[in-house]
């Protein structure tokens, strides 16, 4: 046990397996010198201290903690303030980091690492974390059968979460707003992600979430308020998109032409400036039973699903695919006369990108 103090150690390095417990938040201070906490042993708890200034270096990575290699760590209830990289777990298994306040002030990505890193590790557990002001929040390379649950990830400099390479993952209830371009899945598959909400993530290239070169995956019951895309989605196969709420977006989801197989069912497309986008004529997704708020359609036989077939994709969405440009004519009497026409007559959107059972009411959200 660590009693109430400021201790200014340099690195602390734990080699055996004990409970390293705070109490009434002791201080670690590295003074910008090096690493803070150095966790290598299994089985290792680390709880109760606020943990500040590691150094700031790109060739070593220098952390509030790091856990070298090994098991059964557990990381609970510390406050990490103004560290280059916040928990870093390297190459460890059932692991657990949980309730801890991750906070940095980075202004460039370069300069600053991320809240909560996982390198080659499997059986993880990331729970209940709030983390800011880092280049990614949160980061999982090479990491499998982990967990990221009810965590709180804002104004972070790239992505609030981001994957590479890493399979067979669960995030469940989790905040991402206000961060660089949202969250990434990138080079994985059978990634399911539930009930997150993704607010609030502007910018020329941001996304409430982006999929790139992913597959098997599966989104529900997620919320996708006020981004610049709510979903964007390249070189992604075999996703299923369902009971999801697009509101207030740019775009509700950007679906590029690499993309097949995908599923999109009854979700919820709420005042988006577009619903749906692409960039190719070719059609390899489905779309059924949705709810379009643009939608049009009526109903005679009073089934809740419209007799009416709905073409999600306008064409303006399609020009402004081909031309940025031409956004500059939105709202215009001329954009509106040939978004019309288009529904009537298509000639330049896909006839085969269509919802054939729209909802006439929205789902509840």
Not at 37 to 59: E, H, Q, R, T, Y
Not at 100 to 128: P, R, Y
Not at 271 to 289: A, C, H, Q, R, Y
Request: net charge neutral.
């Amino acid at each position: 046990m660590v009693h109430k103090g400021w201790y200014k150690e340099g690195n602390i390095v734990i080699n055996k397996k004990i409970v390293f417990l705070g109490v009434d938040y002791p201080i670690l201070d590295a003074q910008k010198q090096g690493e803070v906490v150095s966790i290598k042993a299994d089985s290792v708890v680390v709880s109760g201290f606020k943990i500040i200034n590691s150094g700031f270096a790109a060739l070593d990575d220098p952390c509030g903690i790091k856990v070298y290699n090994r098991t059964f760590a557990r990381i609970y209830n510390n406050q990490l303030l103004n560290n280059f990289f916040g928990i870093y777990l390297q190459n460890c298994t059932n692991c657990i980091v949980k309730a801890n306040s991750i906070v940095s002030h980075g202004t460039q990505e370069q300069l600053i690492g991320n809240g909560i890193h996982a390198w080659k590790s499997e059986n993880l557990q990331i729970i209940a974390n709030t983390i800011s002001g880092h280049r990614d929040g949160i980061y999982f390379e090479f990491v499998t059968n982990s967990v990221i649950w009810r965590n709180i990830s804002t104004k972070n400099i790239r992505y609030g979460l981001h994957f590479m390479f890493s399979n067979a993952d669960s995030y469940i209830t989790n905040l991402f707003k206000n961060n660089g371009a949202g969250v990434a899945v990138m080079f994985s598959k059978d990634v399911k992600m539930m009930n997150n909400t993704f607010e609030e993530n502007w910018g020329d290239s941001a996304y409430g979430l982006l999929l790139k070169e992913i597959a098997d995956g599966y989104i529900y019951t997620n919320k996708f308020i006020k981004n610049t895309s709510g979903i964007y989605m390249e070189g992604t196969s075999r996703i299923k998109v369902e009971k999801n709420d697009f509101i207030s977006n740019g775009w509700g989801m950007k679906i590029q032409a690499s993309c097949m197989e995908n599923d999109i069912l009854n979700n919820n497309f709420l005042k988006n400036t577009f619903d749906i986008s692409t960039n190719g004529s070719l059609v390899l997704n489905t779309f059924n039973s949705n709810y379009w708020d643009k939608y049009e359609g009526y109903d005679l036989d009073k089934n809740g699903v419209g007799d009416v077939p709905y073409h999600p994709l306008s064409l303006f969405a399609v020009l402004t695919e081909k031309n940025a440009a031409t956004m500059l004519l939105f709202r215009s009497f001329m954009i509106t006369l040939l978004d019309k026409s288009e529904k009537v007559l298509p000639s330049i959107t896909p006839d085969n990108f269509v919802d054939k059972t729209p909802l006439m009411k929205s789902l509840p959200l």
